[in-house]
């Protein structure tokens, strides 16, 4: 029998490939046509993606400009905030909100390490200067 390298477990999907598989939910409507367009769309999400951490990166280092001490670099109130707002914001734009909040917990613990360490590099101001 001629089994097609694509349906043995423990290879790698062919790109150009047709789909091996399909969504039962009538109401589902394909992206793409291949695993290339879906591929190439992630890595152009991804460029988007890292350009608005970089940003974020940016607030979060001007932050630190405003905390008195390491417990207010981690401010554990806001972050409750941060986590049920953009859970709610993956409801809300159709995201699933447990990848959403994942996600979220290790950028904000990334970003909480990297603060605390701009924040110990910084020097008090002295009288509003």
């Not at 043995?8 to 999907?13: A, F, I, K």
């Not at 879906?38 to 932050?63: F, N, T």
């Not at 707002?85 to 970003?111: I, T, W």
């Amino acid at each position: 029998m001629n089994i097609p390298t694509a349906h043995l477990s423990g290879t790698e999907p062919d790109p150009h490939g047709p789909p091996l598989r399909r969504f039962l939910d009538p109401g589902y409507t394909p992206l793409c046509n291949s695993l290339a367009e879906i591929r190439a769309g992630i890595d152009a999400l991804d460029e988007q993606i890292v350009a608005l951490l970089a940003e974020r990166g940016r607030y979060v280092r001007d932050a630190a400009r405003f905390k008195r001490d390491a417990f207010q670099v981690s401010a554990p109130a806001r972050q409750e905030q941060v986590f049920a707002k953009v859970r709610a914001l993956a409801e809300a734009k159709g995201a699933y909100p447990e990848v959403v909040d994942a996600c979220y917990r290790a950028m904000v613990a990334g970003f909480i390490a990297r603060e605390q360490q701009d924040h110990a590099a910084m020097a008090p101001v002295e009288d509003g200067q």
